[in-house]
């Protein structure tokens, strides 16, 4: 596969897209889906993808563009173990760079603030974010993306992102990943990690050795812990749903312990070409 683009590739694609004619494309004026629906979802993703693109192409700083040669789309509820095992997961497709977390884009204190209270940032924000970092030529062997996609119109903007590529002629191996959890072991994994950072925080303020540890306010309330687990279900798991019939998709039980997590991803991914 051809792993660089440069931008003027994408003129007669984003001509083409502004005028409705993108693979999977609908009419914005003659769109009036229900509120909630897939429709719905699939026309903003259909904004969002478009603004991104435009600030692609307007971007002076950017003059290449490089397709990743396989992107995992890691998911979880809060506590399912991304962060744990994310890495774990990148040497099974033999990916070397380090995992793209989103929550780790999204550290403004504007951002900050939304997260602390379970919610979820604006979706056009994340996938501007997100999209323009997979781009970039460090991940062009290959990408863990940890928590991204979380909505509906996330997801559409993926399968959008994946048409875009296809409509060049190029193929970029996207896969979806989900490890879950019951809402049991997520508020009790958001709890222990919290007093895990608090309990170092304090070591590091009183010896004045080592780093501070970020912790939400979700890690330390267990009615936040809850609230995050349930916007999770409520808006990603179905979110997800979305791209299984359109990339290979694994759900992983990641409830037990360490050893028996990571044989579930082994027994499950060992061999990625499948």
Request: aromatic fraction near 8%.
């Amino acid at each position: 596969m051809k792993a660089t683009i440069f931008l003027t590739a994408f003129v007669g694609f984003l001509m083409g897209f502004d005028s409705g004619l993108m693979a999977g494309g609908a009419d914005f004026k003659n769109a009036n889906p229900s509120p909630g629906s897939e429709q719905c979802a699939l026309c903003q993703a259909q904004a969002d993808f478009k603004n991104f693109w435009h600030a692609v192409r307007s971007d002076p700083q950017r003059k290449k563009l490089y397709v990743p040669q396989v992107v995992i789309w890691l998911n979880g509820a809060p506590g399912a173990g991304k962060g744990t095992n994310a890495s774990y997961i990148q040497d099974i497709f033999s990916i070397t760079q380090p995992p793209l977390v989103t929550s780790d884009l999204l550290n403004s204190p504007e951002f900050k603030a939304i997260k602390d209270s379970g919610k979820l940032v604006s979706d056009s924000d994340v996938t501007g974010l997100v999209f323009s970092n997979i781009l970039k030529k460090q991940y062009v062997r290959g990408v863990v993306v940890d928590g991204y996609p979380r909505t509906e119109t996330q997801s559409e903007c993926i399968k959008l992102l994946c048409d875009a590529i296809e409509e060049m002629g190029l193929e970029s191996d996207f896969r979806v990943v989900i490890l879950d959890v019951s809402e049991e072991t997520s508020i009790e994994r958001q709890l222990g990690r919290g007093r895990r950072a608090m309990a170092n925080n304090e070591s590091v303020r009183r010896t004045g050795n080592g780093d501070l540890l970020p912790v939400r306010a979700t890690d330390s309330d267990p009615d936040a812990a809850r609230t995050r687990y349930q916007v999770f279900m409520k808006q990603t798991d179905d979110a997800l749903r979305i791209l299984q019939g359109r990339f290979p998709c694994c759900r992983i039980q990641a409830d037990g312990s360490f050893d028996d997590v990571r044989q579930n991803i082994y027994d499950s991914l060992g061999n990625p070409k499948n």
